[in-house]
């Protein structure tokens, strides 16, 4: 439980082979294989390391790459798309976002907008089937306008990174789990901060944090797992604020569970603390 694998800490790429995507204004420029674009909609369809960099008022990405690996290298991107979700992982076997030091990469998604992928509500700014995997020492802020920030309905995994997300509902979802190791976490969502809600599958559902800086401000509960919460070390600054009598606003809520054997935390709840 908790444990992450050295390839997804390792923020190292092949820059020589990776594919380059820029993006300006309404136009895409793609050099390498793997990807195409049609105006400033992109589809990867192909394993590779794709380097993203540019802006775009109306961009996006798509990855349908059956059960194949795909790493996005953010590398100064700043995305907004009103019609939809910045980044949608139809198939893959895993996607890891490597956020390149020095630089900010900012996505936002539109307020409006009604998305279905099978039978999944597709309700966040960056929203995956598959695997989600975030690693590197750059920043990334996520504005969800729509629901959530960030969703996987797989696993997520936060090995690095300066994460900042803004969420009209929940902050970060991993279905199955959510590991962190080493990041710097806010989020500001208007129900949980992060939560793991598989209730289907034994032993999945968990949170599982070995250390990292998180500073989460929420509606409802601030770490929610509907198994285990498990915290061997980090700071944690808490707050939650809804005053709905119905809402549950807890700080810390495991389900089955919650250990924890390391850490320092600041926690201000309207509900239970640790529960």
Known sequence: LGNIDDDDISSDYDDKNSTKIVFSNDVVTIKGIGASARATEVRIGAQGTYVLSGDSNDGSIIIDAGKNEVKLVLNGLSLSNNDGPVILVKNAKKVTFTLVDGTNNILSDGALYYLYEGNATVDGTIFAKSELVFNG??????????????????????????????????????????????????????????????????????????????????????????????????????????????????????VKSVKISGGSFVVDSIDDAIH
Do not use: P, W
């Open 137 to 254: 020492t750059g920043s990334l802020t996520v504005n969800g306008n729509n629901a959530h920030g960030i969703v996987s309905k797989d696993g997520l995994i936060i090995a690095g990174g300066n994460i900042n997300v803004n969420s009209k509902s929940a902050g970060i979802c991993g279905k199955d789990y959510i590991k962190v190791a080493n990041a710097n976490i806010t989020i500001n969502a208007g129900t949980d901060g992060l939560r793991s809600d598989n209730i289907n599958d034994a032993g999945m559902g968990y949170i599982a944090i070995q250390g990292g800086n998180f500073d989460i401000t929420s509606a409802n509960d601030a770490i929610q797992a509907q198994d285990e919460v498990k915290i061997e070390g980090g700071s944690f600054k808490i707050k939650t604020t809804s005053t709905d009598a119905l809402a549950s606003a807890k700080g810390i809520k495991g």
